[in-house]
Nanobody
Framework: QVQLVESGGGLVQPGVSLRLSCAASGFAFSSSGMSWYRQAPGKERELVAVINTFGHSTYYADSVRGRFTISRDNAKNTMYLQMNSLKPEDTAVYYC?????WGQGTQVTVSS
């Protein structure tokens, strides 16, 4: 079955970087568009970034454009989210989505 496993979250100070990973299995990863979402406490889950099958096309929410970079390694069945210049408002649980499935999420907390 489809499995999506996020990793790389943590507690960091404002301004630093983190890289999230999403390891995929159970489906043809290289044929699937993938995306990252996040959900902050008390808020709805929101789309953060999208990447197409070969990584040539990407989309970013306005709130992260220029700071976050989505990428994928089809040979490793893994998607990434490089997050730079993190802000307290980036605090959320980050979820990987693909093949109509969700990962379990990884917590990112940005606080001084």
């Amino acid at each position: 079955q489809v499995q999506l496993v996020e990793s790389g979250g943590g507690l960091v100070q404002p301004g630093v970087s983190l890289r999230l990973s999403c390891a995929a299995s159970g489906f043809a990863f290289s044929s699937s568009g993938m995306s990252w979402y996040r959900q902050a406490p008390g808020k709805e889950r929101e789309l953060v970034a999208v990447i197409n099958t070969f990584g040539h096309s990407t989309y970013y929410a306005d709130s992260v454009r220029g700071r976050f970079t989505i990428s994928r390694d089809n040979a490793k069945n893994t998607m990434y989210l490089q997050m730079n210049s993190l802000k307290p408002e980036d605090t959320a649980v980050y979820y990987c989505r693909g093949e109509n499935s969700w990962g379990q999420g990884t917590q990112v907390t940005v606080s001084s």
